[in-house]
Structures are given as structure tokens and as C-alpha cells.
């Protein structure tokens, strides 16, 4: 149980580092250009503070255009757009580093079990590769649950004179 506790607090500290504090956050349609990709999915909030929730399709130095619940695509022009946030999932880096602790944690597990003399069975040496394989396997998955859970929101665009505090 101890063992569980400590795999616990190593996925829940790493998966709390945030890995692009100092990006810029665009002021026009036309810096946004180079950051956003094919069905990405953003938050847009408007200039009255109705939010949308879609995926980006395409981008001008006018429009934004997305879908929104897999319906028809829907333009929204620069000056009704107050900012867009970019929703991303952290399943990869909680698999990564459930997969990291879990092995880690399986082979510490079979190198630690007290052994004097003849124990039975394969030594230590035959069973700590596919015990920290199968660890390693269990801790991605639940690393991954974690990780997808805590979606992050990041900043991309804010309008000209506009502030981030918008709902």
C-alpha cells in the first residue's frame, strides 16, 4: 500500500508541471496563423461572453472557422471574438509518466522482496523485466485516466484591449 501511495504522489506532481508557462498569446487573427492545427479543439468566447466549443477547420485574416457538436461549420469574424483558449488533454504525459513510476515501482518491488537462500521458483533477476513491464503497463493506463481528466486550458488569443478574465 505504501508502494501505491508513493506511485500516487509522483504522477500527481508531474502531471501538475506545466510545460509552456511563457507563450505569447496572439492579438490577431493573423498571428494565430502558425498555432493553430487541423481539429484542434478550442474555446471561443464572443464579445457579449457566449462561450463555443469547437474544433478548428481553418483560419483568414477575417474568420475563424469551426464546427461545433459535428454540425455545420460556422464562421466567426475577428471583431466578434473576445479570446480563444486551447483545450488539451495531458492523457500522453500521464501515461509517460505512469508508465515511468509503474515500472520503476516493479522493479524496486522484486528487487527488495527478501530473499535468503533458495526462494523457489526463477530468481530475481528472470522475473524483474516482465514484473516492471506489467507495472510499468498498469501505471501508464492509470496515468493516462489521470491525465485525461485534467484537461488544461491555455490562452492563445485575446482582443486587442481585451481582458482574460472574460468567462
Do not use: W
Not at 509522483?10 to 510545460?19: K, N, R
Amino acid at each position: 500500500m505504501q508502494i501505491l501511495t508513493i506511485v500516487a504522489c509522483v504522477m500527481i506532481a508531474a502531471l501538475g508541471v506545466p510545460t509552456s508557462a511563457g507563450a505569447q498569446v496572439a492579438s490577431s487573427f493573423r498571428d494565430l496563423q502558425s498555432v493553430l492545427h487541423g481539429g484542434e479543439r478550442l474555446t471561443i468566447t464572443d464579445n457579449t461572453g457566449i462561450v463555443t466549443n469547437g474544433r478548428f477547420i481553418a483560419l483568414s485574416d477575417q474568420a475563424l472557422r469551426v464546427t461545433v457538436e459535428s454540425t455545420v461549420p460556422i464562421d466567426l469574424s475577428e471583431g466578434s471574438v473576445a479570446k480563444i483558449e486551447r483545450l488539451a488533454s495531458n492523457a500522453k504525459k500521464g501515461a509517460v509518466v505512469g508508465l515511468i513510476a509503474g515500472a520503476v515501482v516493479g522493479a524496486l518491488a522484486v528487487a527488495l522482496t527478501p530473499c535468503k537462500g533458495f526462494c523457489g521458483g526463477p530468481g530475481k533477476g528472470t522475473v524483474i523485466l516482465p514484473v516492471a513491464g506489467i507495472a510499468g503497463g498498469i501505471g501508464a493506463a492509470i496515468g493516462a485516466g489521470i491525465g485525461a481528466m485534467r484537461a488544461t486550458r491555455r490562452l492563445i488569443y485575446l482582443a486587442p484591449g481585451r481582458s482574460a478574465d472574460i468567462p
